[in-house]
Nanobody
Framework: QVQLVESGGGLVQAGGSLRLSCAASGGTVNRYEMGWFRRSPGKEREFVGAMSRGPGYTTYTNSVKGRFTISRNPDKNEVYLQMNSLKPEDTAVYYC??????????????WGQGTQVTVSS
């Protein structure tokens, strides 16, 4: 059982940056596909990006490409979401999630509790 805890959210002005962290326990981050999702008020949960297990290939939704970067630190067993050039529409609760090798593609079994990111205009 993997436990995930996000941190690093907060209030930032448009154009600013934040780095979210996801601390994992019960499993090593490089053995899971690690995803970031977000949910804005009144909207469905949205995929933000993910890092593959093993080599750590990354993929992002179009709206954050070039602005957001996912990285990981296996020594700390953490995954990060670096968010630059933030826009008000990035305001959301951000979630970290983990998908094991035995799960169906795109299925994330483990989720964190979320951290709020608010971008003011």
């Amino acid at each position: 059982q993997v436990q995930l805890v996000e941190s690093g959210g907060g209030l930032v002005q448009a154009g600013g940056s934040l780095r979210l962290s996801c601390a994992a326990s019960g499993g090593t981050v490089n053995r899971y596909e690690m995803g970031w999702f977000r949910r804005s008020p009144g909207k469905e949960r949205e995929f933000v990006g993910a890092m593959s297990r093993g080599p750590g290939y990354t993929t992002y939704t179009n709206s954050v490409k070039g602005r957001f970067t996912i990285s990981r630190n296996p020594d700390k067993n953490e995954v990060y979401l670096q968010m630059n050039s933030l826009k008000p529409e990035d305001t959301a609760v951000y979630y970290c999630a983990a998908s094991s090798a035995t799960s169906a593609a795109g299925t994330y079994e483990f989720w964190g509790q979320g951290t709020q990111v608010t971008v003011s205009s």
